[in-house]
T-cell receptor, first 115, second 115 residues
Framework: AQTVTQSQPEMSVQEAETVTLSCTYDTSESDYYLFWYKQPPSRQMILVIRQEAYKQQNATENRFSVNFQKAAKSFSLKISDSQLGDAAMYFCAYRILNRDDKIIFGKGTRLHILP | GAVVSQHPSRVICKSGTSVKIECRSLDFQATTMFWYRQFPKKSLMLMATSNEGSKATYEQGVEKDKFLINHASLTLSTLTVTSAHPEDSSFYIC???????????FGPGTRLTVL
């Protein structure tokens, strides 16, 4: 079975500090995308960052970066200089290429930002 | 980014009635749309994959006669919850995968409350 595991149901970080959210996944496929989505209280899903599995270089988007360890099937998200607006549910997810394009989500990590 | 709308944003209905939720891609053609269900403080659970002009593919455990999906055009998919019961109360989210756009875009969700 293809699964995504987020072992931290909740995390807190002080404003302006750095926090890392963990994610592991299990797949036998070699071509896939990995994602981190943010779901704020509005419940609109927002794509934070995307990583193509064939790329060794870790993706970065401003204050957000990932640590992609393909052999270990690990895909953590680092948020630098945390801001109050970063408070949300964060979902790790992946999609297998050239299959049915469906996204498999982890259970999520609720991130609290402490002022 | 591309925009996906859902209508209505929230609906309250009586037990036994049917409710239709629309998902529209506003500025791109969606070859595939997905329907998710999200319980409070839980992750997104994929219900079905909807391809334009063909029957939807339902995930295991999802009743196809209960949740009718129609993808009549490249910009519209509908989810009809038939004979709704209180246990069908949930947050329903659609996403659209664009032809030529290698990314999924999520709608804002529909909150269904069945009394």
């Amino acid at each position: 079975a293809q699964t995504v595991t987020q072992s931290q149901p909740e995390m807190s970080v002080q404003e302006a500090e750095t926090v890392t959210l963990s994610c592991t996944y299990d797949t036998s496929e070699s071509d896939y995308y990995l994602f981190w989505y943010k779901q704020p209280p509005s419940r609109q899903m927002i794509l934070v960052i995307r990583q193509e599995a064939y790329k060794q270089q870790n993706a970065t988007e401003n204050r957000f970066s990932v640590n992609f360890q393909k052999a270990a099937k690990s895909f953590s998200l680092k948020i630098s200089d945390s801001q109050l607006g970063d408070a949300a549910m964060y979902f790790c997810a992946y999609r297998i290429l050239n299959r049915d394009d469906k996204i498999i989500f982890g259970k999520g990590t609720r991130l609290h930002i402490l002022p | 980014g591309a925009v996906v709308s859902q209508h209505p944003s929230r609906v309250i209905c009586k037990s036994g009635t049917s409710v239709k939720i629309e998902c529209r891609s506003l500025d791109f053609q969606a070859t595939t749309m997905f329907w998710y269900r999200q319980f409070p403080k839980k992750s997104l659970m994929l219900m079905a994959t909807s391809n334009e002009g063909s029957k939807a593919t339902y995930e295991q455990g999802v009743e196809k006669d209960k949740f009718l999906i129609n993808h009549a055009s490249l910009t519209l998919s509908t989810l009809t919850v038939t004979s709704a019961h209180p246990e069908d109360s949930s947050f329903y989210i659609c996403s659209a995968f664009g032809a030529g756009i290698n990314e999924q875009f999520f709608g804002p969700g529909t909150r269904l409350t069945v009394l």
